[in-house]
């Protein structure tokens, strides 16, 4: 033991080594999991970022009044049997005639590939245009057409000339001609509004694909979420933390409230399907059966903040409420409540951003389903911002994934708000007693 | 206890183990410690006395480089332990705190066995080459600890279920386990009752053969009973280092002076 | 009637009996409030209570049991409501005297509502367990238990003479659960480590809130990520050159993602077991000599054993019960086998596969999935209660 303190012996050289390696290790557990923070999020942002810019093309699209209307009598009921075949006739007609007025080359263009350039979906909305407005019939008009799923992938990277040799529903030539359509200014490549405001759309059409149900659906799922567990989580919270007497049934209570919040979601959505629907006969995908079902699911999660909000109120406070004659329920709602405020809508707002970015329990009560209609109110179909990119990514097109991990951001973007939100609360109102 | 055993104790040893000079503490902006020189004899027992917050331990802690855990402290000056300084850029503070060891305030049995605890010292710096000299250590660490009688049927019970006392004296076995040349205490007994103080300063006085003992002490009586040099510390500063007797008898300082009469502290 | 508008007309009628009632007592006060027994709001409570609530606890009550099955029945329900809501009304008018307790009365009243709410919790408990056992009932009836228990073949047939064994999904969850342990236990717990023993507090104040990102994407993010990125990755770069399959989905595609969704429960848990270690064993272990690294592994880590097997056990319970993951990232061939880039399916797959698209409720391969989520809801229960009291016992050693 008389050693200089100035050497070191080998036993300590290699302990110092171990020490390295174990603090290198550390710094390596944190650096993977920060590597795979960033690396989801890169991958999924690069996927999705161009779901927010479509291709579009607007020409003139003269709307013949031989195919829409024989017998010239703007009859209604005539009008509305003339499917969007016809239409869609017309704005290829429309486009190939644009294109021939600007002198552009279109060898090998049959007018079959000027109809593959435009989005089906624009057929529809152009039918829609004419039944809701007759007089339209006969006239030319400035029309804005999506471009269809391949055109745009183009832009996207999705496409390239290459596969376009062997793909069925495009072709080099059309592509060509698209970039001669995008020199001489017809087609464009602008903001997609249309992601937030259009519903779902089938199958073979993911340029029409939007968000509008689904970002409704969701809204009202919340609303119904908010109202239901704000009021009955603080009361319940309330309960068991000022009132309750400390005896078995309380302790079951507080047990089956932690284990309820580790419960896996998807339970929530068997209980929803075989009570709400099977036994109350509530409609499937309606909103009111998932705000239901995620109300179940949040309030332990709600509940348990919202007691410790309560919990740190220093009983000086009650003591002193109850010491001017304050009855034990006025100590709570004048003076408690107000104080853990900050905290329990902290715990609300994440809670509301966890049954947000749920999506098991709904596959179950029929959200999946397919529904171009937006919903009234909460009894009628609707879709949900997670299922949503669930039901996106089973789709066959390759384009539906751009618009999955587009919605992906969307979703993300309505969660960092929150979780914002919850931040600057927690931070502004905060008391440290 | 008997007072006047103190004049009759002769200091075993006047060469310096440790040497402090000129040492400066700093935690963050705060200057903590001021221009303290002490020099802790071989063989001897050294207490630290002062009110609180004078710094005691925290020149305590610097004697064996604890000091460097805790984020935002600086310590300036020269701290030798034979000759060597032990803030020197070579010195690894491992090696450091294995001479020089340390039993803490509140005692800290690790969540293992009896055995477990006092082997722990040993197996980290491999001191023992087998279980059979590792049994040796233990026992023989056990005993100068005072402890062995009292445990050596239940050695794989957990030390956290001994008393208090018997805890301390288990973590001041762990500490001499290692062999370290000077033992530092941080108010050893000020979690413990009068009877389990009692056998512990019993034990401090008998550490002495073996090493040189650094405490630090609330209590002047425990000063005075169990040390031969005293070093009164008064907001950060060193005010007074002698001989235990001088100091408590005759302080050259009225402020040590006030303090071991009641004024101050 | 329908009863959403049954509710908002029961709620009008409470606030024009607070009005009323409020009135009635400053009345027979002689507009003195201070010869009232209590503050003239509560008589006003008291009689909108007595009002709306019957009525109210009537249409959650009939929407629980007739729900929307009965239309033409809500006429009744309509009228039943607005009889008992004037009974209610006339009983809490009649009550109101200046001397009567308006304050007592209505505060017990409102102890029942918050009595009530914490209820909920109870029955959400039991509607699970009972939805589940009663269905599960139904299957055992078309489908023998044995074999469900114990046949080691999934094959649903549409016509009939499926078999049904739980065995292939159970494997595959464990498989997959396992996987995602072995990436988040050492990751999570290292982190945790690094953390509370290494970093400097600034370091801490960044990185925990950025590992706990990771708890806050909802899990479909990952669902994706496994499908478009990760899958192909695997295939490309290992199963492919090794020959050991060309599926994009494979157990070890879920796995991994679901290990790196796992991390922060491991790692924010683990870390407040650490931190409630107390700093004394640790400046214990300084002091004679040893490393941070031998201090965490020979003293800290062995006190805060308990609390981390309780943390593991969290992150496998919550493992098994993940769905997004593991239906979009791990395929739905049910297979025992061991090779971690074949394509397995989950207990959680399955439920969903079984119970979306067509429903018919009479069917064993329909049923058969609340089965599954009986063993999986038992499954989960057991490890989250021996994981609870584990951590609880843990936090009482150091309190």
């Known amino acids: ?433 | 206890m008997n007072d006047m055993r103190l004049t009759e104790r002769n200091v075993a040893s006047d060469t310096a183990k440790m040497r402090a000079r000129k040492v400066q503490v700093y935690y963050g902006d705060n200057h903590a410690l001021k221009d303290v020189d002490v020099d802790i004899l071989d063989k001897t027992v050294t207490a630290f006395i002062g009110p609180s917050g004078c710094g005691k331990s925290t020149f305590l802690r610097c004697l064996n480089r604890m000091n460097d855990t805790i984020a935002g402290c600086r310590v300036e000056g020269e701290i030798t332990l034979e000759a060597e300084n032990i803030y020197d850029r070579r010195v690894d503070p491992v090696q450091l705190r294995a001479k020089v060891g340390m039993v803490f305030q509140k005692p800290n049995p690790f969540p293992k066995s009896i055995y477990d605890n006092v082997a722990y010292g040993p197996r980290i710096h491999g001191l023992t080459r087998s279980k059979a000299e590792l049994d040796e250590r233990v026992e023989q660490s056990l005993r100068r600890a005072a402890l062995w009688n009292e445990v050596k049927d239940r050695l794989l019970s957990p030390g956290t279920g001994l008393s208090g006392g018997q805890q301390q004296r288990l973590c001041i076995a762990r500490a001499v386990a290692t062999e370290p040349e000077v033992l530092l205490m941080d108010e050893p007994c000020s979690a413990l009752d009068p009877i389990a103080t009692a056998q512990v300063e019993e034990l401090i006085d008998e550490l002495r053969e073996n090493f040189s003992v650094v405490i630090v002490t609330h209590s002047m009586q425990q000063a005075a009973r169990v040390s031969q040099k005293t070093a009164f510390f008064h907001l950060g500063h060193l005010v007074e280092y002698g001989d235990t007797g001088q100091i408590f008898t005759n302080p050259r300082d009225p402020r040590t002076e006030s303090y071991i009469t009641g004024r101050i502290g | 009637m329908n009863p959403g508008f049954l509710l908002l007309l029961l709620l009008v009628l409470g606030g024009l009996g607070f009005a009323i009632g409020r009135n009635r007592a400053l009345s027979l006060a002689q507009g003195d409030s201070r010869r009232l027994h209590s503050l003239p709001d509560y008589y006003g409570w008291f009689t909108a209570l007595m009002t709306s609530f019957p009525g109210l606890v009537m249409v959650a009550i009939w929407m629980m049991i007739v729900g929307q099955k009965r239309p033409d029945l809500t006429v009744l329900l309509g009228g039943a409501c607005l009889v008992v809501a004037a009974a209610g009304f006339g009983f809490g008018l009649s009550r109101i005297t200046p001397d009567f307790r308006a304050r007592n009365a209505t505060e017990r009243l409102i102890m029942w509502l918050l009595v009530g709410a914490s209820l909920i919790a109870v029955l959400t408990t039991i509607g699970i367990f009972l939805s589940l056992v009663v269905e599960t009932g139904h299957f055992f009836q078309l489908y023998p238990a044995k074999d469900f228990f114990f046949s080691t073949k999934w094959n649903p047939q549409f016509r009939g003479g499926s078999d049904l064994g739980i065995w292939p999904l159970l494997w595959g969850t464990l498989y997959v659960s396992a996987i995602a342990l072995l990436v988040a236990v050492p990751i999570g717990l290292m982190s945790a480590v690094y953390l509370s023993e290494y970093a400097s507090s600034r370091t801490r104040a960044w990185v925990k809130p950025a590992i706990e990102i990771l708890a806050g994407i909802p899990t479909i993010v990952y669902g994706l990520f496994a499908l478009i990125t990760v899958g192909p990755l695997l295939r490309d770069w290992f199963a492919q050159p090794l020959g050991l399959g060309d599926s994009a989905s494979s157990v070890m595609t879920a796995g991994l993602v679901m290990g790196v969704m796992v991390i922060p429960f491991v790692s924010s848990l683990s870390d407040d077991i650490i931190n409630a270690v107390p700093q004394s064993l640790r400046d214990g272990s300084l002091a004679m000599g040893a490393t941070s690294a031998e201090t965490v592994r020979k003293v800290v880590l062995p006190a805060a054993l308990p609390g981390i097997v309780g943390a593991v056990l969290l992150a496998a319970s919550r493992a098994i019960g993940e769905t997004m993951i593991v239906v979009m990232g791990a395929g739905a061939a049910a297979k025992l086998s061991l090779n971690p880039f074949e394509a397995m399916t989950t207990v959680t797959v399955k439920i969903v596969s079984q119970l979306t698209g067509d429903t018919e409720f009479a069917s064993p391969e329909t049923l058969v999935a609340f089965a599954l989520g009986l063993t999986l809801f038992l499954f989960t229960l057991g490890l989250n209660v021996i994981a609870l009291v584990i951590v609880r016992k843990y936090r009482e050693q150091y309190e």
Not at chain 1, 91 to 101: R, S
Not at chain 1, 314 to 319: L, V
């Open chain 1, 1 to 433: 033991m008389s050693s200089s303190l100035f050497t070191q012996d080998a036993r300590t050289t290699a302990r110092n080594a171990a020490e390295r390696r174990f603090r290198a290790c550390g710094l390596a557990a944190i650096v993977l999991a920060l590597a795979a923070l960033v690396w989801l999020l890169i991958s999924i942002f690069s996927a999705g970022a161009p779901a927010f810019r479509q291709a579009f093309m607007t020409f003139p699209v003269t709307l013949d009044e031989k195919a829409l209307d024989k017998e010239g009598g703007r009859d209604p009921a005539k009008l509305s049997k003339v499917t969007t075949v016809s239409y869609a006739k017309l704005l290829a007609l429309g486009l190939k005639a644009k294109a021939e007025d600007l002198g552009l080359e279109t060898t090998g263009m049959k007018s079959k590939d000027f109809a593959k350039m435009i989005s089906e979906e624009s057929a529809a909305s152009l039918r829609d245009r004419v039944l809701a407005d007759p007089t339209l019939i006969g006239q030319t008009i400035e029309f804005t057409v999506l471009a269809s799923g391949r055109v745009d992938g183009y832009y996207k990277g999705r496409v390239t000339m290459k596969t376009a040799v062997k793909d069925k529903n495009t072709s080099p030539e059309q592509l060509a001609l698209a970039d001669k359509l995008r020199a001489a200014g017809v087609l464009d490549i602008r903001f997609n509004w249309g992601f937030f405001t259009m519903p779902d759309a089938s199958d073979k059409r993911p340029e029409a694909a939007g968000l509008g149900i689904a970002i409704v659906g969701s809204f009202l799922m919340m609303a119904l979420v908010l109202v239901l567990s704000l009021p009955i989580g603080v009361a319940a919270s309330v309960y068991l933390e000022e009132f309750a007497p400390k005896n078995r049934w309380t302790d079951l209570i507080e047990v089956n409230i932690s284990n309820l919040a580790a419960v896996p979601s998807i339970v929530y959505g068997i209980l929803g399907l075989s009570i709400f629907i099977n036994f109350v006969g509530l409609p499937q995908s309606a909103p009111i059966v998932g705000g239901l079902v995620l109300t179940l699911m949040t309030l332990p999660r709600i509940i348990i903040p919202t007691r410790a909000a309560l919990k740190a109120v220093p009983p000086s406070i009650r003591d002193a409420a109850l010491g001017v004659g304050a009855s034990p329920l006025q100590m709570v709602f004048h003076h408690v409540l107000p104080l853990a405020m900050p905290g329990i809508l902290t715990g609300m707002i994440i809670g509301l951003a966890q049954a947000l970015g749920e999506s098991a329990p709904l596959l179950l009560i029929g959200m999946v389903a397919f529904v171009r209609d937006f919903p009234g109110g909460f009894f009628d179909p609707a879709a949900a911002l997670p299922v949503q990119v669930y039901n996106w990514t089973v789709r066959g097109d390759p384009g539906f994934v751009e618009r999955a991990s587009g919605a992906i951001i969307v979703l993300l973007i309505f969660l960092l708000i929150m979780n914002a939100v919850a931040i600057v609360l927690r931070r502004r109102f905060e008391r440290r007693w």
